[in-house]
């Protein structure tokens, strides 16, 4: 059960980040709305971050899900060492 608290944790956090990262974007788009060729250019790195965070938590929920199957072969793992190791 720790461990599932850790992911919510760990949950958390990123979602925090993710909140820090649209407040960093608001500002940036606030800064360059003036210079239109400027704009266009930041709008497109703004696209391609997002994809970025996107694909990163793609990849979070992955693992967790990967990391689920792990942590139950525990009891299995514990089986086997008692059986070889008699």
């Given at each position: 059960?720790?461990?599932?608290?850790r992911l919510?944790?760990?949950?958390?956090?990123m979602l925090i980040?993710?909140?820090e990262?649209?407040?960093?974007?608001r500002?940036?788009?606030?800064?360059v709305?003036g210079?239109?060729?400027?704009?266009?250019?930041?709008n497109?790195?703004?696209?391609?971050?997002?994809?970025?965070?996107?694909?990163?938590n793609?990849?979070?929920?992955?693992l967790?899900?990967q990391l689920?199957?792990?942590?139950d072969?525990?009891p299995?793992?514990k089986?086997?060492?008692?059986?070889v190791?008699?």
């Amino acid at each position: 059960m720790a461990k599932d608290d850790r992911l919510v944790e760990f949950k958390a956090e990123m979602l925090i980040k993710q909140d820090e990262m649209v407040a960093e974007f608001r500002n940036v788009k606030t800064e360059v709305s003036g210079d239109k060729k400027e704009a266009k250019n930041m709008n497109e790195e703004i696209i391609k971050l997002n994809y970025l965070s996107a694909e990163n938590n793609r990849a979070i929920l992955k693992l967790a899900n990967q990391l689920k199957y792990f942590l139950d072969l525990g009891p299995s793992v514990k089986k086997l060492k008692s059986a070889v190791f008699k």
